[in-house]
């Protein structure tokens, strides 16, 4: 593929900044001056760097560039539409606008080219972390001839300034990623004013600290070839992540609003664009200018990874017996017939729902290939671990049990950039109560339909002796206000063998809600398939006075309440409710039989109440903190025993 023409270069680059500039101004809405200062950069990487071909973005095995300053959107939706990754020059006008595929920051799904969801400051850089993981992982499982690229980060002040930069760089330099580099444009601006108002790190000792290769380019964000130069001098680096670190000036080359920290966001109007595009020879009267010259060159760039696309799809081919296996690795699915691989338990025993969890992992591992797990310094506490599984390090690059230290936003994140590389089915744990250290990426989770699983157990105050500090109770329902995040809380070890059947088999992300203390497993969990529905019978009447709608650990509660009611004369259904998402999904005749109108219904959590009025008459909950002391003692307190239960369902049937 021939170089992109020299002669072309500097009038290309202000094609950038022109596109920069005009897309936001016709949304009145946006972020124009990293895109502006950055436009050398992305023709560095699109004409020169990046392995890619445009007539399939989604060729597995791409480079993959994350623009963590998700603000800069605009330079990102350019440089596809430039390179002809299917976006037209309608789309950068309808910029910022309803169903549009250029929306106001990156979101996986709706434009081609897009590798992760960006926005939210220092996400980026973690799902960067976890496309390297997922990288190296295939690479050196099924060869360099099916997987061998690079992932590519540019990040800003704001994305060092979040901690979860700090997490995810932390890791990254422990696994040394050496196919990971980022770019930090130092432009030292921010919303308020200068980066100095608050933040006055070293970042070029931060991360050599943290075991990276720091190569600092100074004022080198208009060079092309010192861009380059860089950039190709980290891509020699074979044992340690990259950052370069590049001084630039926001909005530059605008006479009046280089480097005005006003021009993060949309600051530029007519006069100023018309006197910048001046500066830059561009038309002064033309909006979203492209000429067919600088257009069709960057076209020819686009396709400059055609033949070796070619030449990788033959080499897939040539796995033979091995391309099932990295099929259902890159799709994060389990082989054919895996399920039958899942353990169940028999009525009458007990298991705590964090054990039977480790068990279906574990029942798991050769038939979910791309099954990688591992929990925030709470690994065995989780049940996410893996007997006799390699460590997924420097040493074991295609283990299968990935520690990730105390750093449950890296882990989240990082989850999420793994899954959406493709090659990994992630599952990660942690405390329920510590979910909140990790919500952020959590949500981007759901928003992107991120294929990975979050394991939070010890899910009550059944936790005990620990305290409030420990003992989740506004977390389940707040999680549950996540859409598109189906949320699990099984009532027993076979309850949680369903639910890991559908995490697996489903799309997107999956919460298994698990309890640390052991459970009854109860009669009829393993014959029915009422998971799959979110909500079943389990115990029913003919004629039923009063449904007990139990979760979890609550559900034994139920039944023992159920029975307590019929030694009353009262006829009692159960009915478990393990996933409020997926019973929602039913249609009316479906709920109605599980739920019928008329009949008093009362749920068991132990939790907050706040939602149970749509599908309930009377939440019994824990609307306070716990406190410290045994676990049961905590919950026979709050009231998550039978004899509350089955009182309160009398007061129920007689108001």
Same mark, same amino acid.
């Given at each position: 593929?021939?170089?992109?023409?020299?002669?072309?270069?500097?009038?290309?680059?202000?094609?950038?900044?022109?596109?920069?500039?005009?897309?936001?101004?016709?949304?009145?809405?946006?972020?124009?001056g990293?895109?502006?200062?950055?436009?050398?950069?992305?023709?560095?990487?699109?004409?020169?760097?990046?392995?890619?071909?445009?007539?399939?973005?989604?060729?597995?095995?791409?480079?993959?560039?994350?623009?963590?300053?998700?603000?800069?959107?605009?330079?990102?939706?350019?440089?596809?539409?430039?390179?002809?990754?299917?976006?037209?020059?309608?789309?950068?006008?309808?910029?910022?606008?309803?169903?549009?595929?250029?929306?106001?920051h990156?979101?996986?799904?709706?434009?081609?080219?897009?590798?992760?969801?960006?926005?939210?400051?220092?996400?980026?850089?973690?799902?960067a972390?976890?496309?390297?993981?997922?990288e190296?992982?295939?690479?050196?499982?099924?060869?360099?001839?099916?997987?061998?690229?690079?992932?590519?980060?540019?990040?800003?002040?704001?994305?060092?300034?979040?901690?979860?930069?700090?997490?995810?760089?932390?890791?990254?330099?422990?696994?040394?990623?050496?196919?990971?580099?980022?770019?930090?444009?130092?432009?030292?601006?921010?919303?308020?004013?200068?980066t100095?108002?608050?933040?006055?790190?070293?970042?070029?000792?931060?991360?050599?600290?943290?075991?990276?290769?720091?190569?600092?380019?100074?004022?080198?964000?208009?060079?092309?070839?010192?861009?380059?130069?860089?950039?190709?001098?980290?891509?020699?680096?074979?044992?340690?992540?990259?950052m370069?670190?590049?001084?630039s000036?926001?909005?530059?080359?605008?006479?009046?609003?280089?480097?005005?920290?006003?021009?993060?966001?949309?600051?530029?109007?007519?006069?100023?664009?018309?006197?910048?595009?001046?500066?830059?020879?561009?038309?002064?009267?033309?909006?979203?200018?492209?000429?067919a010259?600088?257009?069709?060159?960057?076209?020819?760039?686009?396709?400059?990874?055609a033949?070796?696309?070619?030449?990788?799809?033959?080499?897939?081919?040539?796995?033979?017996?091995?391309?099932?296996?990295?099929?259902?690795?890159?799709?994060?699915?389990?082989?054919p017939?895996?399920?039958?691989?899942?353990?169940?338990?028999?009525?009458?025993?007990?298991?705590?729902?964090?054990?039977?969890?480790?068990?279906?992992?574990?029942?798991?591992?050769?038939?979910?290939?791309?099954?990688?797990?591992?929990?925030?310094?709470?690994?065995?506490?989780?049940?996410?671990?893996?007997?006799?599984?390699?460590?997924?390090?420097?040493?074991?690059?295609?283990?299968?049990?990935?520690?990730?230290?105390?750093?449950?936003?890296?882990?989240?994140?990082?989850?999420?950039?793994?899954?959406?590389?493709?090659?990994?089915?992630?599952?990660?744990?942690?405390?329920?109560?510590?979910?909140?250290?990790?919500?952020?990426?959590?949500?981007?989770?759901?928003?992107?339909?991120?294929?990975?699983?979050?394991?939070?157990?010890?899910?009550?105050?059944?936790?005990?002796?620990?305290?409030?500090?420990?003992?989740?109770v506004?977390?389940?329902?707040?999680?549950?206000?996540?859409?598109?995040?189906?949320?699990?809380?099984?009532?027993?070890?076979?309850?949680?063998?369903?639910?890991?059947?559908?995490?697996?088999?489903?799309?997107?992300?999956?919460?298994?809600?698990?309890?640390?203390?052991?459970v009854?497993?109860?009669?009829?969990?393993?014959?029915? %398939? #009422? $998971?799959?529905? *979110?909500?079943?019978?389990? @115990? +029913?009447? !003919?004629?039923?006075?009063?449904?007990?709608?139990?979760?979890?650990?609550?559900?034994?509660?139920?039944?023992?309440?159920?029975?307590?009611?019929?030694?009353?004369?009262?006829?009692?259904?159960?009915?478990?409710m393990?996933?409020?998402?997926?019973?929602?999904?039913?249609?009316?005749?479906?709920?109605?039989?599980?739920?019928?109108?008329?009949?008093?219904?009362?749920?068991?959590? %132990? #939790? $907050?109440?706040? *939602?149970?009025?749509?599908? @309930? +008459?009377? !939440?019994?909950?824990?609307?306070?903190?716990?406190?410290?002391?045994?676990?049961?003692?905590?919950?026979?307190?709050?009231?998550?025993?039978?004899?509350?239960?089955?009182?309160?369902?009398?007061?129920?049937?007689?108001?």
């Amino acid at each position: 593929m021939a170089a992109f023409p020299a002669a072309l270069e500097a009038r290309a680059v202000s094609v950038i900044r022109g596109l920069a500039m005009d897309a936001p101004h016709q949304a009145r809405s946006g972020h124009q001056g990293t895109a502006m200062a950055l436009a050398p950069l992305a023709h560095v990487l699109w004409t020169r760097i990046l392995r890619y071909d445009a007539d399939d973005p989604a060729w597995p095995d791409r480079d993959r560039f994350v623009l963590s300053a998700g603000h800069a959107s605009i330079l990102l939706y350019s440089m596809l539409y430039l390179t002809g990754q299917g976006l037209t020059l309608d789309d950068l006008r309808n910029f910022r606008q309803w169903d549009s595929r250029t929306p106001g920051h990156p979101e996986v799904g709706p434009t081609a080219g897009v590798e992760v969801t960006t926005g939210p400051l220092g996400q980026g850089i973690a799902n960067a972390v976890g496309m390297a993981v997922a990288e190296r992982w295939l690479r050196h499982r099924f060869g360099a001839g099916v997987c061998d690229h690079r992932v590519f980060a540019l990040c800003g002040d704001g994305d060092l300034s979040e901690g979860i930069s700090h997490e995810a760089g932390s890791l990254a330099g422990h696994q040394r990623l050496d196919r990971l580099i980022c770019v930090y444009d130092d432009n030292r601006i921010t919303i308020d004013g200068p980066t100095d108002l608050s933040l006055s790190d070293d970042a070029a000792q931060r991360f050599g600290a943290y075991g990276w290769h720091v190569i600092d380019l100074g004022e080198a964000a208009d060079d092309l070839d010192a861009l380059e130069a860089g950039i190709r001098t980290a891509m020699a680096v074979d044992d340690a992540p990259s950052m370069l670190i590049v001084r630039s000036h926001v909005a530059h080359p605008s006479p009046g609003q280089t480097g005005n920290h006003e021009a993060h966001g949309y600051s530029l109007f007519d006069e100023e664009i018309a006197v910048t595009k001046a500066v830059m020879g561009l038309p002064t009267d033309q909006s979203f200018y492209a000429p067919a010259d600088v257009t069709g060159a960057y076209r020819a760039a686009g396709r400059r990874g055609a033949a070796e696309r070619a030449a990788w799809g033959q080499r897939v081919e040539a796995l033979g017996p091995r391309r099932s296996e990295y099929e259902a690795c890159r799709a994060g699915r389990g082989l054919p017939d895996w399920e039958g691989k899942l353990p169940s338990w028999p009525a009458g025993g007990s298991v705590a729902t964090r054990k039977a969890s480790s068990a279906c992992l574990n029942a798991m591992v050769e038939v979910v290939p791309g099954l990688v797990a591992g929990g925030a310094d709470l690994t065995g506490n989780t049940g996410t671990d893996l007997s006799d599984a390699d460590p997924l390090d420097p040493t074991h690059p295609a283990g299968r049990q990935l520690y990730f230290g105390v750093r449950e936003h890296a882990m989240g994140a990082l989850m999420n950039g793994a899954a959406l590389h493709g090659g990994l089915m992630p599952v990660g744990g942690t405390f329920l109560v510590f979910s909140d250290y990790m919500r952020p990426a959590v949500r981007l989770a759901a928003l992107s339909r991120a294929h990975c699983v979050f394991v939070w157990s010890h899910d009550s105050v059944g936790v005990g002796e620990d305290g409030p500090t420990h003992q989740p109770v506004e977390h389940i329902m707040s999680l549950r206000a996540i859409p598109g995040l189906r949320v699990f809380r099984p009532a027993d070890g076979n309850e949680v063998a369903q639910a890991w059947q559908l995490a697996v088999n489903g799309d997107g992300p999956s919460a298994m809600i698990l309890t640390r203390q052991n459970v009854p497993v109860l009669e009829g969990t393993a014959a029915a %398939a #009422g $998971v799959a529905r *979110g909500a079943y019978t389990l @115990v +029913d009447n !003919p004629d039923p006075e009063v449904i007990l709608v139990g979760t979890g650990s609550e559900v034994s509660v139920c039944v023992s309440a159920a029975a307590a009611l019929e030694g009353r004369g009262v006829a009692a259904r159960v009915v478990s409710m393990p996933c409020w998402e997926l019973f929602a999904e039913q249609d009316a005749a479906y709920q109605t039989g599980v739920l019928p109108a008329g009949v008093p219904k009362l749920s068991v959590e %132990a #939790g $907050v109440t706040l *939602g149970w009025e749509r599908w @309930v +008459d009377l !939440p019994v909950g824990i609307d306070r903190f716990g406190a410290s002391a045994p676990g049961p003692v905590v919950l026979d307190k709050l009231g998550m025993n039978p004899d509350n239960v089955a009182s309160r369902a009398v007061d129920l049937i007689k108001s």
